[in-house]
């Protein structure tokens, strides 16, 4: 099964065409860190479901893919504690209510 990443390669015509830029794994994790350390003061935004994240240019999803993982995580602890009866469902239905992505390529992920 290949990943979302193998689906386009990167070319100079789509850079050209498109103006894709790709962000680099370790540059996501970076800016998720920097994310956690400049809101709120601590992790308190990956678990408020009043929260939500628009990503305006996701391209092939890697900044989506990343929010989406530190956001699950959140909410799936913030439910443990709470004693929520059902942490899973409670992690995988926030997360992806609060997380909001779109490109202007319309052929998108699905090609």
Not at 36 to 41: D, E, F, I, P, T
Not at 62 to 81: C, D, H, M, P, T
Not at 91 to 98: E, G, K, V
Request: charged fraction near 25%.
């Amino acid at each position: 099964m290949s990943s979302a990443r193998d689906l386009f390669h990167r070319n100079k015509t789509r850079i050209k065409n498109f103006g894709e830029v790709f962000t680099l794994d370790t540059h996501v994790k970076q800016m998720i860190e920097q994310l956690s350390l400049h809101s709120k003061g601590n992790e308190e935004i990956w678990s408020d479901e009043k929260i939500s994240f628009f990503e305006p240019t996701c391209g092939h999803g890697n900044i989506v893919e990343g929010i989406f993982e530190k956001r699950l995580n959140s909410f799936y602890q913030k439910a443990k504690i709470s004693k929520n009866p059902s942490p899973e469902h409670y992690s995988i239905a926030n997360a992806l209510n609060t997380l909001w992505a779109i490109d202007i390529d319309d052929a998108g992920l699905l090609g």
